[in-house]
């Protein structure tokens, strides 16, 4: 079966930097997406890794590992309006999007 | 330009009813979709579209009907609804398929009592 895992919550402080991973089984694979998802409104694009490396967007950064199966986002220099859940998702061999359920990022002042 | 725009925001229905919840987008996009979100889930697809005059199931299909008429417009209507379509949707679109961002619209929060 396909799986998408990702930690159910994950908490940090203002200004601070957090790693949130996500690891991945698919049925083929033709890249990985992450998003954002404020709480009551719609998901919105953060980043795309077909290739292995790091792909930085200002504070946003995205990592992917194709060989194990793994990729993290890194948000820099936290702020309160970072507050939201963070989804990962893979396109598959049939190029739909598999989704995980999500990480919800808590910032504490 | 509006985006995705999604109809209605809320509904609630008792079991067995039905309805149609409209999706419109002006981008000229030919890819269209529609998800369910669930707490705890991740995303999951009900139909799709790859363009006018086309559709597809997803991962969950059933209870549900798609219509594409037109570029623009992606429908997905509940014959008889029942409890366990009590959820929010998302309809996103697409400009071509394989590393493409989705828009989604707003979302259709539906109750089924």
């Known amino acids: 079966g396909q799986n998408i895992d990702q930690p159910t919550e994950m908490t940090a402080t203002e200004g601070a930097i957090v790693q949130i991973n996500c690891t991945y089984q698919?049925?083929?694979?033709?890249?990985l997406f992450w998003y954002q998802q404020h709480a009551g409104e719609a998901p919105t694009f953060l980043s795309y890794?077909?290739l292995d490396g790091l792909e930085e967007k200002g504070r946003f950064s995205s990592f992917l590992s194709r060989s194990k199966g793994y990729s993290y986002l890194l948000l820099k220099e936290l702020q309160m309006k970072d507050s939201a859940s963070y989804l990962c998702?893979?396109?598959?061999?049939?190029?739909?999007?598999?989704w995980g359920a999500g990480t919800k990022l808590i910032i504490k002042p | 330009n509006a985006g995705v725009t999604q109809t209605p925001k809320f509904r609630v229905l008792k079991t067995g009813q039905s309805m149609t919840l409209l999706c419109a987008q002006d981008?000229?996009?030919?890819?269209m979709y529609w998800y369910r979100q669930d707490p705890g889930m991740g995303l999951r697809l009900i139909h799709y579209?790859?363009?006018?005059?086309?559709?597809a199931k997803g991962e969950v299909p059933d209870g549900y009907n798609v219509s594409r008429l037109k570029k623009q417009n992606f429908l997905l209507g509940l014959e008889s609804a029942a409890p366990s379509q009590t959820s929010v949707y998302f309809c996103?679109?697409?400009?071509?398929?394989?590393?493409?961002?989705?828009?989604f619209g707003p979302g259709t929060r539906l109750t089924v009592l």
């Open positions: 996103a679109s697409e400009a071509g398929q394989g590393g493409n961002e989705q828009f």
């Open positions: 981008m000229n996009h030919e890819y």
């Open positions: 579209s790859v363009g006018e005059g086309t559709t």
């Open positions: 698919t049925s083929g694979f033709n890249g």
């Open positions: 890794n077909v």
């Open positions: 998702a893979v396109m598959d061999s049939n190029y739909q999007l598999i």
